[in-house]
């Protein structure tokens, strides 16, 4: 059972309304920690919130786009008079998948702003406080595509590479001070966003987690960072990370299109 001690009393959730942030929203609001949950859509994210309180807990929610130019400023807005003890950074999808040099160069950015520069400034906003306070945890929601460049999701995989190092750095600076950094990698799950995608999940021998499994296991691990690969693929983590030979660039790239709906390949 996550220690409430340590990260409540509340915790923020931005993608917290479906898949694995709903998850997480459930089962910190089954640990007793209060919730500020953030997405763009109203509905499942009230439906989520809703679920929460069920549990018995206070829940705060945000319906707002991340990228938008205002969306840091009404977070802290909506949270400075609250003792955060843990951030979950969970929505970093990819928002755009295209060649790169005849993609859109704006939608392009929106991959690059929403990994990156929102969850450096939310995470630069709620660690300095958590490090005042001298505890507390940061989870970041990672991706295996961070371990190998692949065609058409080039720049999403080169966020979540970024992510990862990231997270390294912030967990050596602030496990002084008795803050807990986890960046969580996630495989392919089972998530309605997965599933409005298209992606097929019903290919031999592929292996797929559950949101419930996944966030279960980065909030029994938050103490364990820096990083934890979850679902049980830490073996092709492992594989990925060497030296990056030509056929598995191709090997890689031949996966992820099996993945996809027939037209969209």
Do not use: C
């Amino acid at each position: 059972m996550l220690d409430k001690g340590v990260y409540g009393p509340w915790a923020v959730v931005a993608g917290g309304s479906e898949g694995v942030g709903a998850s997480f929203a459930r089962q910190l609001a089954d640990a007793g920690v209060n919730l500020v949950l953030i997405a763009r859509k109203p509905e499942p994210l009230d439906a989520t919130a809703e679920e929460a309180r069920a549990r018995g807990v206070e829940v705060r929610t945000l319906a707002l786009d991340l990228l938008a130019p205002d969306a840091v400023d009404r977070i802290r807005a909506a949270t400075d008079d609250l003792e955060v003890g843990l951030l979950v950074f969970n929505a970093g999808a990819n928002s755009y998948g295209h060649e790169f040099v005849s993609g859109d160069l704006d939608r392009v950015r929106g991959v690059l702003d929403l990994n990156i520069t929102v969850q450096l400034a939310l995470t630069h906003h709620f660690g300095a406080r958590m490090k005042d306070r001298g505890r507390g945890g940061i989870l970041l929601v990672g991706s295996l595509a961070g371990y190998l460049g692949q065609a058409t999701i080039s720049v999403y995989s080169a966020v979540k590479a970024f992510g990862r190092v990231f997270a390294e750095g912030l967990w050596l600076e602030l496990q002084p001070h008795g803050v807990h950094v986890l960046e969580l990698v996630l495989g392919v799950t089972r998530t309605p966003a997965m599933e409005r995608a298209g992606l097929r999940m019903d290919l031999p021998g592929l292996r797929v987690a559950e949101p419930d499994d996944v966030a279960r296991e980065g909030l029994a691990h938050l103490p364990d960072g820096p990083v934890r690969v979850a679902g049980g693929n830490g073996a092709t983590a492992e594989a990925r990370s060497g030296f990056p030979r030509a056929d598995l660039v191709r090997g890689a790239h031949e996966a992820s299109r099996r993945l996809l709906p027939a037209g969209d390949r």
